[in-house]
């Protein structure tokens, strides 16, 4: 079993940072892509950033110039950091990787819990 387990995420004033963090644990072989979407409120869920194992990362155009992704295989851990805040980006922020869990596997992809981010004055 893959847990993915996000953190960072809390209130914060428009053009402010926050770094999310997001640790992948338990049966793991190997991890491809990891990533970062988010959800407003009666909204779809949306891609922010992904990154490769090796490799440049995507960005969303919404968030381009000021979200950072970037990971530390070693620690199965991908981070996004998050500057000059707009209210729009006010969402649940969901982490995401492709884990196999052995050699064999077939690549699976597993969730984080979300955190919630908000930006307001």
């Known amino acids: 079993q893959v847990q993915l387990v996000d953190s960072g995420g809390g209130l914060v004033q428009p053009g402010g940072s926050l770094t999310l963090s997001c640790v992948a644990s338990g049966r793991i072989f190997s991890i491809n892509d990891m990533g970062w979407y988010r959800q407003a409120p009666g909204k779809p869920r949306e891609l922010v950033a992904t990154?490769?194992?090796?490799?440049?990362?995507n960005y969303a155009d919404s968030v381009k110039g000021r979200f950072t992704i970037s990971r530390d295989n070693a620690k199965n851990t991908v981070y996004l950091l998050m500057n000059s805040l707009k209210p729009e980006d006010t969402a649940t922020y969901y982490c995401?990787?492709?884990?196999?869990?052995?050699?064999?596997?077939?690549?699976?992809?597993?969730w984080g819990q979300g955190t919630q981010v908000t930006v307001s004055s």
């Open positions: 995401n990787a492709g884990v196999r869990t052995y050699s064999w596997s077939l690549w699976s992809t597993y």
């Open positions: 990154i490769p194992s090796a490799g440049r990362a």
